[in-house]
């Protein structure tokens, strides 16, 4: 299993800070999974395509383009048995399945990739666990889980003539996948995300027209909630390009005996409800299912949905676009604005979306331009002619926020990802090496030219290697700890509690302006 053995923390380094500083994380290497070979001589069919924390955070889940699921446990046991100035996080190989094979639609004559677009862990309702994968046509429910292999033993020593009664004996425990549901045949082009509600029990998917409801427990049917495709074809100007559905917010039961004639109710985030001129004390928290969610599309615009309002969600409730720079227009502006990814924080009040050159923070309740705008490689805009020919143009770089919405990662080419704090203009780049010298600085490649109006500190585009990039990456929901995948490796890094500054509150109000890397 290529995925099996992990480089622990001992041979990894500490990441150097970039610019500024990004509060006052420290952040560690932690871990590697994967071959550690050159980037031109890993095979196709094993570069990381997907991968998503659980709920938890005790499990990882990493898809990739040959359609395998690899799943990997955290080991708690060496981290209890070391000191608390070591304490990194450790994870160890879980499981592993196949997923989705390559298919073929005779009907249109087209090849369907086995390649895992998107991974969504579902909540946990007894021992065992499940989560969504999905390619481009097909979403499928899987259960993972421990079974005992038992074998039937009898005892040789009875003597002659004795009853012997064989037992049933627990041989080993191994951990097996089996799919529970497939959902099929709804999706008429490829579909791009999926995403679970938070009652736990339905989720949506999404293709480039079209985003559909389904039901965990029903697998023959679905709901189009969604639908942009226009009469005549020709006319279509814009497709669907991710879909999240919001984290919903808390509400509490009431306790309802303090008064005869009140009944159980659901109220918001108060410390006390008051019904018939009775004060009732809350008694229990629980998550409510969300009825909203928001789609992207290619023209770079978000838009907000409310499932209450109707049941085909043709009007948006809301629209975040940000009006385009007329000095900035070029032939390339209408692919770089498409989003590739948007991401709610744990409160729902934030978005957070990524396009191909920049990462931009929306506040829900303010819809007419980003609270902030960050550049990620803006020294790519002299190279985008290059990068439209070999395609890189066209990669989707997906974004994460932290549990508590203070934070977020997305990612860039020649291995770097970077970290951003949402309250300050700092930030922080690493890269993500499969060498893992004793100091691994992350230093972008500088032109060093002394010209005038160009500064030695530019970035130097001819530098960059464009095989090397990290499209995916996924954040801990509480902890400081980012999985990040490159090529055929997925890598962890840490920040440990004790160097973490104290927490930012959501409701703090936000630094706004645009940051520059």
């Not at 990669?395 to 990612?411: L, P, Q, V, W, Y």
Request: proline content about 4%; charged content about 25%.
């Amino acid at each position: 299993v290529p995925y099996s053995a992990g480089i622990n923390a001992e041979y990894g380094t500490r990441a150097t800070k970039f610019n500024c500083t990004m509060s006052s994380l420290d952040w560690k290497f932690s871990q590697v999974f994967g071959d550690r070979t050159q980037t031109q001589d890993v095979a196709e069919e094993d570069v990381v395509s997907a991968v998503e924390f659980d709920e938890t955070g005790d499990f990882i889940a990493a898809g990739d383009k040959g359609g395998r699921i690899v799943v990997f446990e955290r080991d708690h046991t060496k981290s209890a048995k070391k000191s608390r100035k070591e304490v990194l996080p450790e994870y160890k190989f879980y499981a592993e399945f196949q997923s989705h094979e390559p298919e073929f639609d005779y009907l249109k004559s087209l090849e369907i990739e086995e390649k895992i677009n998107k991974i969504r862990w579902c909540k946990r309702q007894n021992a065992a666990r499940f989560l969504l994968t999905t390619n481009d046509k097909t979403v499928k429910l899987w259960k993972v889980f421990e079974k005992n292999l038992k074998s039937v033993s009898v005892d040789s020593s009875a003597s002659n003539g004795e009853l012997v009664v064989p037992k049933l004996t627990t041989k080993q425990t191994v951990v097996a996948a089996a799919p529970r549901r497939v959902f099929a045949n709804a999706h008429a082009y490829h579909i791009n995300s999926i995403a679970l509600n938070a009652d736990g029990e339905t989720f949506i998917s999404s293709d480039d027209l079209r985003i559909n409801l389904w039901h965990l427990g029903i697998s023959d049917q679905s709901f189009n909630i969604v639908d942009i495709k226009p009469a005549n074809m020709e006319e279509l100007t814009e497709v669907i390009t991710s879909a999240e559905f919001s984290p919903g917010a808390p509400f509490f039961l009431i306790n309802a005996f303090a008064c005869d004639r009140a009944r159980p109710l659901l109220a918001p985030n108060n410390c006390f409800f008051v019904t018939n001129g009775c004060t009732l004390p809350m008694r229990k928290t629980f998550q409510s299912s969300s009825n909203l969610f928001m789609y992207s599309s290619s023209k770079g615009t978000i838009k907000l949905c409310d499932m209450r309002a109707a049941a085909l969600c043709d009007s948006e409730a809301k629209t975040f676009e940000e009006a385009e720079d007329p000095a900035q227009k070029s032939f390339f502006s209408e692919i770089i604005s498409s989003i590739s990814d948007v991401k709610f924080g744990g409160d729902g009040r934030y978005i957070i979306a990524r396009d191909y050159l920049t990462l931009k923070l929306w506040d829900v309740n303010m819809a007419s331009k980003p609270v902030r705008t960050i550049r990620i490689h803006d020294y790519l805009r002299s190279k985008l002619c290059d990068l439209y020919e070999n395609d890189c143009i066209f990669d989707k770089f997906e974004c994460a926020m932290s549990g508590d919405g203070n934070h977020f990662i997305t990612g860039s080419y020649h291995n770097y990802f970077y970290l951003y704090d949402r309250a300050a203009k700092g930030s922080l780049c690493l890269e993500a090496s499969k060498h893992l010298p004793k100091t691994k600085r992350a230093n972008l490649p500088k032109a060093g030219s002394k010209k005038k109006g160009k500064s030695k500190e530019d970035v130097n585009p001819d530098a960059i290697d464009f095989d090397k990039k990290v499209l995916h990456a996924s954040w801990h929901p509480r902890e400081n700890l980012i999985a990040i995948a490159a090529s055929n490796n997925l890598f962890l890094y840490s920040a440990p509690a004790a160097a973490a500054a104290p927490a930012v509150s959501s409701l703090e109000p936000l630094v706004g302006g645009e940051d520059k890397n």
